[in-house]
C-alpha cells in the first residue's frame, strides 16, 4: 500500500520558519520526482517547489530566496524548508511523488503564518 505521509505544519509569525516533511512508503521513492503544493482557502492549488529524482530543483517565483526543497532517498522521505514565511504562505500544503506512470497524493499538512 503506498502512502505519503506530510508532517511539521503548524503556526508561525511572519518571519518564522517551519520545515515540512513527506515521508514515503511502498514506493521506490528514489525513482519518484516530488512536487510540493499547497491550496490556500477559496483558491487552486499550486505548486511551490519540485524535485526530480536526480536532484534537481524548481521553485515557484512567490517563494525562491526562500523555500528550499530537498530529499533523502535512504529515508524515503522528502523535505520543504520555509523560511521568512508570510501570511500569504498560508494553505495547506501537498507532497505529490510521481513518475510517468504513476502519481500520489499525501493527505496535507495546514501551514498558518499570522501575528
Known amino acids: 500500500q503506498v502512502q505519503l505521509v506530510e508532517s511539521g505544519g503548524g503556526s508561525v509569525q511572519p518571519g518564522g520558519s517551519l520545515r515540512l516533511s513527506c515521508v514515503a512508503s511502498g514506493i521506490a521513492f528514489n525513482q519518484y520526482a516530488m512536487i510540493w503544493y499547497r491550496q490556500a482557502p477559496g483558491q487552486q492549488r499550486e505548486s511551490v517547489a519540485s524535485?526530480?529524482?536526480?536532484?534537481?530543483?524548481l521553485y515557484a517565483d512567490s517563494v525562491k530566496g526562500r523555500f528550499t526543497i530537498s530529499r533523502d532517498n535512504a529515508k524515503m522521505t522528502g523535505y520543504l524548508q520555509m523560511n521568512d514565511l508570510k501570511p500569504e504562505d498560508t494553505a495547506v500544503y501537498y507532497c505529490?511523488?510521481?513518475?510517468?506512470?504513476?502519481?500520489?497524493w499525501g493527505q496535507g499538512t495546514q501551514v498558518t503564518v499570522s501575528s
Open positions: 524535485i526530480t529524482s536526480f536532484g534537481a530543483t
Open positions: 505529490n511523488c510521481l513518475t510517468t506512470l504513476q502519481n500520489y
